[in-house]
């Protein structure tokens, strides 16, 4: 009989002792259901074979190989051990664990430039271009190298170099290969070692992850899955990387080259589980870092939302499934291999498959989800893969914005159910809580119900006994542009209005002779959803005034007239605490409702009012307010639509500068002009910004009031393209550093300082620092806002 060749022998050996182990340790009840998913999708030849690993608190629960790893020119059945071409899985087996080692040793920071390292790059306008963009996917860059006639690793990285981007940096998800081509020559530069001989020795080899490489040794490969057939002149292609690009950079590349199997996977996952120290006691990354990796790094509100190198929440996550919690993590690779990571149960699931062999196949989707959804359903059993656990609900509620995004992504554009205001609510109560009251009504003409009736109209028709009113900025008929605002009393109804508004900021709070008539107070005005809009002042003004006097105060909720969810622009610095900035460490745009605002002050603020807020029904956070079917009022003399409210929390930052805002024309905050500005090199300078959501066009005009009033003006006229895409805080510094770099002796910047909130800020912008560069700085800020908010909301 003739001995079997020596490779075959130790496979089979190999494969005796996998099978031998899996009978030490029979996976539970369940389980059984991942078999019955992986062999329906090769039964309908989806994938020739796969071998699954889970793990689940430290341990390995579930390993199987299934059909053949190689099918043509001969059959051989899949193994547990078989060694796996990983594509784009090592963009997080190797590029991004290696770009934040060098991180965490002070080598580099995520918000460098990249043109810092590598000064050719800067061409076609990409020096804005980040590392944490790179490691994001939102660089802007284009998908993949277009040129197909070229050899070698500095020729790769040279084209990298030189391509031209799409769009600009931090605006839009783009998977982009290029991003981590750049990141694999950094690892090289920083470190002076290639990037595989830098995984293996300070990656790959600390975690025992013996079976992991680049270019992996020849001995190895009758071990590998073949990733393509070329025929019986060709043959296979197995131990050599599939990635187009890879090739022809010898192998070895940032976005895809590793060759690993399913045992060293699970070594890296339980490094990441274990807050960067592997199973075997090797610390990779601090718990720091991996937080860091793991945790959203994307630009807030946007959909689409990635860590740094690893996949949270984008239409790549399928191998999450359905029912795994945001929050968990993971990456997919063009040749049929993924990793997802759930932190909350401590678990993993590994599929590793070539499903372009031996012909390309659509990727195997819906196999990922379903086995994600099994997993799930045997982790959180009963509860539809949403755990009750009060540290998963902690944890996913630290993983900002993803329900909030969720609503807005999927929100019904015309809901079935009608969109009550708080004032609409207590009055089909009959405003119940009011009887027997003095009420003291803080209103303007905004304070309307659905049929446009007056609240103060509602509650007299009700038999409420309104014995005083307040006004607040722009008086009791909204007009008023003039801080000399005097007491009054409405003609309808008799009943004495008492200013909240005036050239001082003791004639800014509610008036002692008006409060001295009532024994509560009704908040009920529409606000513009920014920080610098004195209403939210006088919100915060009525609660002390109700505190100070032990009185109690109802809030009347209405919608963020510019949606609930977008949190935006710089923070409010204590020094800079003003009228038209009340709350310390709130951005421009808090994406909150009078009532939620409400219910932050009297909280965090300590005031202690007897505060009781009226909720809206029917309104969705994802509602703009042409979306609630409420009639629409100005809010202000010069907010005279919903176009100027979306573009004022932009616009109005550089109110204070000696710029008109188009105050005394008819459309104030659609556009900004000066006599010294030249129209087109404005509109040309900030269009080749490429600012999302908007364009500019020059325009000349006359004011007839206010700024430069009957003097010809030149500037812009901002065209709101998109508004789901506009960050109007980030248009506003755009517009700013437009200025000071296009006009730095005409345009006076000293006064912005109120309203952007930040004399830093003002600064940077004066020293021409990239307003993207600025925006991704106060990012940190307004993630701090973000977990104060998060516990007011109400909708």
């Known amino acids: 009989m003739r001995p079997l060749p020596r490779p075959l022998l130790v496979s089979l050996l190999l494969s005796c002792l996998a099978l031998a182990a899996a009978a030490q340790n029979p996976a539970p009840v369940g389980w059984n259901r991942i078999g019955q998913a992986v062999r329906a999708a090769i039964a309908a030849h989806e994938l020739p074979g796969a071998v699954v690993l889970v793990g689940h608190d430290g341990r390995i629960v579930y390993r199987h190989a299934f059909g053949y790893r190689e099918t043509v020119p001969r059959r051989e059945r899949m193994t547990v051990n078989?060694?796996?071409?990983?594509?784009?899985?090592?963009?997080?087996?190797?590029?991004?664990?290696?770009?934040?080692?060098?991180?965490?040793?002070?080598?580099?920071?995520?918000?460098?430039?990249?043109?810092?390292?590598?000064?050719?790059?800067?061409?076609?306008?990409?020096?804005?271009?980040?590392?944490?963009?790179?490691?994001?996917?939102?660089?802007?860059?284009?998908?993949?190298?277009?040129?197909?006639?070229?050899?070698?690793?500095?020729?790769?990285?040279?084209?990298?170099?030189?391509?031209?981007?799409?769009?600009?940096?931090?605006?839009?998800?783009?998977?982009?290969?290029?991003?981590?081509?750049?990141?694999?020559?950094?690892?090289?530069?920083?470190?002076?070692?290639?990037?595989?001989?830098?995984?293996w020795r300070h990656i790959w080899r600390p975690l025992g992850m013996m079976h992991t490489r680049y270019l992996p040794p020849p001995s190895w490969r009758w071990r590998i899955a073949p990733t393509e057939w070329d025929g019986p002149r060709d043959g296979l292609l197995r131990g050599v990387v599939q990635d187009p690009t890879a090739q022809r950079m010898g192998g070895v590349a940032g976005n895809a080259g590793a060759f690993s199997d399913a045992d060293d996977l699970a070594k890296l996952a339980q490094m990441y589980l274990n807050d960067g120290r592997g199973a075997n006691g090797a610390r990779i990354l601090s718990p720091l870092v991996v937080a860091k990796m793991t945790s959203p790094q994307t630009p807030f509100n946007v959909p689409q939302v990635r860590g740094l190198g690893w996949d949270i929440d984008t239409p790549f996550s399928t191998n999450r499934g359905e029912l795994l919690p945001v929050g968990s993590y993971g990456h997919t690779g063009y040749t049929g291999t993924s990793l997802w990571i759930d932190p909350y149960s401590q678990s993993y699931i590994i599929l590793l498959a070539n499903t372009t062999y031996p012909q390309y196949r659509p990727p195997i989707l819906s196999l990922r989800a379903k086995i994600a959804d099994i997993c799930a359903q045997i982790w959180y059993p009963g509860a539809a893969g949403r755990t009750h656990d009060a540290k998963v609900e902690r944890a996913l509620e630290d993983i900002t914005g993803y329900n909030e995004v969720t609503v807005e992504r999927h929100r019904d554009l015309h809901p079935e159910e009608q969109v009550l205001t708080g004032l609409d609510v207590l009055k089909a109560r009959r405003f119940d809580i009011l009887r027997g009251k003095r009420v003291g009504l803080i209103t303007n003409p905004s304070g309307i119900d659905r049929e446009g009736h007056r609240d103060i109209d509602d509650m007299i028709a009700a038999g409420i006994h309104v014995t005083a009113a307040f006004s607040p900025e722009h008086g009791w008929s909204g007009q008023l542009d003039t801080t000399k605002i005097g007491d009054t009393v409405d003609h309808k109804t008799g009943v004495p209005v008492f200013s909240a508004y005036g050239p001082t900021p003791a004639s800014r709070h509610l008036p002692a002779a008006g409060l001295r008539r009532v024994n509560i107070l009704v908040y009920d005005i529409q606000d513009a959803g920014d920080r610098f809009y004195t209403f939210e002042t006088t919100l915060a003004y009525s609660l002390q005034a109700a505190a100070a006097r032990h009185i109690p105060i109802i809030v009347l909720d209405r919608p963020d007239p510019i949606d609930g969810i977008n949190v935006q622009g710089p923070s409010l610095h204590a020094d800079q605490r003003s009228f038209i900035g009340f709350y310390a460490g709130m951005p421009v745009r808090n994406g909150m409702t009078i009532g939620e605002l409400a219910e932050m002050f009297n909280d965090?603020?300590?005031?202690?009012?007897?505060?009781?807020?009226?909720?809206?029904?029917?309104?969705?956070?994802?509602?703009?307010?042409?979306?609630?079917?409420?009639?629409?009022?100005?809010?202000s003399p010069n907010l005279r639509n919903l176009t100027e409210t979306i573009l004022y929390p932009g616009v109005a930052l550089i109110e204070y500068s000696n710029v008109s805002i188009g105050r005394g024309t008819d459309t104030p905050f659609e556009w900004i002009g000066a006599p010294w500005i030249q129209e087109d090199q404005l509109a040309q300078y900030l269009n080749a910004r490429r600012i999302p959501g908007v364009r500019f066009v020059p325009v000349s005009f006359t004011p007839t009031a206010s700024k430069y009033a009957h003097q010809l003006c030149h500037?812009?006229?901002?065209?709101?393209?998109?508004?789901?895409?506009?960050?109007?805080?980030?248009?506003?510094?755009?517009?700013?550093?437009?200025?000071?770099?296009?006009?730095?002796?005409?345009?006076?910047?000293?006064?912005?300082?109120?309203?952007?909130?930040?004399?830093?800020?003002?600064?940077?912008?004066?020293?021409?620092?990239?307003?993207?560069?600025?925006?991704?700085?106060?990012?940190?800020?307004?993630?701090?806002?973000?977990?104060?908010?998060?516990?007011?909301?109400?909708?």
């Open 715 to 795: 500037g812009v006229y901002i065209e709101l393209t998109n508004r789901r895409e506009l960050n109007a805080p980030e248009m506003g510094v755009e517009l700013a550093s437009a200025l000071a770099h296009l006009y730095p002796r005409q345009w006076d910047s000293a006064p912005i300082h109120s309203e952007i909130g930040s004399q830093r800020i003002v600064n940077q912008i004066e020293a021409g620092v990239d307003p993207r560069i600025l925006c991704a700085r106060w990012q940190h800020s307004l993630r701090a806002f973000q977990r104060i908010r998060r516990r007011f909301l109400l909708y």
């Open 604 to 635: 965090t603020l300590h005031i202690g009012a007897d505060l009781r807020v009226i909720r809206m029904q029917g309104w969705s956070r994802g509602d703009y307010f042409d979306e609630t079917g409420l009639p629409w009022v100005d809010p």
């Open 82 to 199: 078989t060694i796996f071409d990983l594509a784009s899985l090592t963009k997080v087996v190797a590029t991004a664990p290696a770009i934040m080692q060098l991180f965490q040793e002070g080598k580099l920071r995520l918000n460098d430039p990249v043109a810092q390292y590598f000064p050719a790059f800067a061409s076609h306008g990409k020096g804005d271009i980040t590392i944490r963009d790179l490691l994001t996917h939102y660089s802007g860059l284009p998908p993949d190298l277009l040129e197909r006639d070229w050899r070698g690793w500095a020729e790769g990285i040279r084209l990298a170099e030189d391509v031209r981007p799409l769009g600009p940096p931090g605006v839009k998800f783009r998977y982009s290969d290029i991003n981590y081509l750049i990141l694999g020559a950094l690892v090289r530069k920083l470190s002076g070692e290639p990037l595989n001989i830098y995984a």
